[in-house]
């Protein structure tokens, strides 16, 4: 009954937010929506003049399980080159001296490669070859790379199921 409760609100924020039209690069913001334990967090991203992007954190921690993200590129003179990439990057861990044991992983085990240049697209993060939620503790950092397009504007919605602990 969980699942199926939890599929029908994955669904229902899918059909509300999936009108990439609606979204407008107003500079590089981010917003946040729950329903239920599913919350989405938005960042609407701009490129710099040369084409770059410079790493941002999420302003929200995930502490749940992510499940899918949904990328959708300007349009335009604001469109991103093709096959622009994205990585979701998790905190570095810590060891007890406070040394940095391992650095963060892409979250979305590189499904977020290769985005299109004029359509929306959503991927689900891959662990050991599998499409599968994966356990996040703690804010993304959020990269974009091979943008190339002055000013260039995109938006990426991240789906995850909170955990109450």
């Known amino acids: 009954m969980k699942k199926t409760r939890k599929l029908g609100l994955l669904v229902i924020a899918l059909l509300l937010f999936a009108a990439p039209s609606a979204w407008a690069a107003y500079g590089d913001t981010q917003d946040h929506w729950a329903f239920g334990n599913l919350h989405i967090i ?34 335009g003179a604001y469109s991103p080159a ?27 085990g590189g499904s977020l490669a290769n985005r299109s240049q004029t359509a929306a697209e959503l991927a689900r993060p891959v662990c050991n070859s599998a499409y599968r939620a994966v356990p996040v503790k703690g804010p993304l950092t959020i990269n974009i790379a091979n943008i190339t397009t002055a000013n260039a504007t995109g938006a990426i919605r991240i789906y995850y199921i909170r955990q109450r602990y």
């Open 82 to 108: 093709a096959n622009y990439d994205i990585t979701l990057t998790t905190e570095a861990v810590y060891d007890a001296n406070s040394k940095i044991t391992t650095t963060g992983a892409d979250a979305m």
């Open 42 to 75: 938005e960042i609407i991203w701009t490129a710099d003049a040369a084409g770059n992007f410079t790493s941002v954190n999420t302003d929200w921690r995930i502490d749940g399980m992510l499940t899918m993200v949904e990328t959708a590129p300007g349009t």
